[in-house]
């Protein structure tokens, strides 16, 4: 079993930045995609972006140009650096990891963007 934890988050201005982090623990053989999804109040949990083992990238239209995922292999993590957040990035942000065939989705780790 993997297990994910979030951290990073917070309560920011708009404009501000943040960085999430998420490391993966436990039975892990080999982290293959990574990503981070958000969910706000009464909304559907949604992608954000998405990286692949070799560095590939992938990120909603919203966020592109704003937000960059990057990941350490080594340390079984995954980051997301967020610059010029906006109200409506405000959600719960949660990580999640392919090991194997298996999938794993962390806490979540709360962000608020203030106007």
């Known amino acids: 079993q993997v297990q994910l934890v979030e951290s990073g988050g917070g309560l920011v201005q708009a404009g501000g930045s943040l960085r999430l982090s998420c490391t993966a623990s436990?039975?892990?053989?080999?982290?293959?995609?990574m990503g981070w999804y958000r969910q706000a109040p009464g909304k559907q949990r949604e992608l954000v972006a998405t990286?692949?083992?070799?560095?590939?990238?992938n990120y909603r239209a919203s966020v592109k140009g704003r937000f960059t995922i990057s990941r350490d292999n080594a340390k079984n993590t995954v980051y997301l650096q967020m610059n010029s957040l906006k109200p409506e990035d405000t959600a719960v942000y949660y990580c999640?990891?392919?090991?194997?065939?298996?999938?794993?989705w962390g806490q979540g780790t709360q962000v608020t963007v203030s106007s």
């Open positions: 436990g039975s892990i053989f080999r982290l293959n995609d």
């Open positions: 999640n990891a392919w090991e194997s065939l298996r999938n794993s």
């Open positions: 990286i692949t083992r070799s560095g590939s990238t």
